[in-house]
Nanobody
Framework: QVELVESGGGSVQAGGSVRLSCSGP??????MGWFRRAPGKQREEVAS???????RYADSVKGRFTVSRDSTKKILYLEMNSLRPEDTAKYYC??????????????????????WGQGTQVTVSS
């Protein structure tokens, strides 16, 4: 049973923008984050957002991506700008009720999260 669902992925040329959404029963108003995995590579941290709105980003996306939420609609967003081919990956959202990923900048220690989505593919071409 999928507790979170990501949407908004697709194909875009380098320099373009995409906004991803995440929602479902696993949504948390406390702490949530975004991750990504490219073919043949390990999972990579992307961003997180805490209840107070403080966001944290991986160095690779800082200044280009923005994580936000709509508390009323219970939707988590990831705005991706100035996309590069190396951003090509499947993007996942997750819930961390313990709040570890919201208290420190990436990289984060591996742990079990309360909820995950199935992911949405983002492909950036040059």
């Amino acid at each position: 049973q999928v507790e979170l669902v990501e949407s908004g992925g697709g194909s875009v040329q380098a320099g373009g923008s995409v906004r991803l959404s995440c929602s479902g029963p696993g949504y948390s108003g406390y702490c949530m984050g975004w991750f990504r995995r490219a073919p043949g590579k390990q999972r990579e941290e992307v961003a997180s957002i805490a209840a107070n709105g403080v966001a944290r980003y991986a160095d690779s996306v800082k200044g280009r991506f923005t994580v936000s939420r709509d508390s009323t609609k219970k939707i988590l967003y990831l705005e991706m700008n100035s996309l590069r081919p190396e951003d090509t990956a499947k993007y996942y959202c997750a819930t961390d009720e313990a709040g570890w990923i919201c208290r420190a900048d990436p990289p984060w220690a591996s742990r079990v999260f309360e909820a995950w989505g199935q992911g949405t593919q983002v492909t950036v071409s040059s």
